[in-house]
């Protein structure tokens, strides 16, 4: 019944910046964790960066330094900004939502593309 909307990706050249966000589609109760993941063709969906209620984060090394992960609790949005883009970071960037109680909801994507 939740539905996590994303927005912000597009078409950049090589060391551009975009900044996504993740929105809920109504106010949820006891989120936990928020994150971003993403997916290539052909490869596996795998995690990008999370950021806990208390702002703890954590950076796969591929993207460490680069991208910045953030939270707004009061309006239940997780935003991810993007700088020194690489042709490597092409993906769908899906967001993630984690209740306290382990539920979890997934976004339905938005493509960036880095172009060399």
């Known amino acids: 019944q939740v539905q996590l909307v994303e927005s912000g990706g597009g078409l950049v050249q090589a060391g551009g910046s975009l900044r996504l966000s993740c929105a809920a589609s109504?106010?949820?109760?006891?989120?936990?964790?928020m994150g971003w993941y993403r997916q290539a063709p052909g490869k596996e969906r795998e995690l990008v960066a999370t950021?806990?209620?208390?702002?703890?984060?954590n950076y796969a090394d591929s993207v460490k330094g680069r991208f910045t992960i953030s939270r707004d609790n009061a309006k239940d949005t997780v935003y991810l900004q993007m700088n020194s883009l690489k042709p490597e970071d092409t993906a769908v960037y899906y967001c993630?939502?984690?209740?306290?109680?382990?539920?979890?909801?997934w976004g339905t994507g938005t493509p960036v593309t880095v172009s060399s």
């Open positions: 109504r106010n949820i109760l006891r989120i936990d964790a």
């Open positions: 993630r939502t984690v209740l306290a109680t382990g539920v979890y909801f």
């Open positions: 950021i806990a209620r208390d702002s703890n984060t």
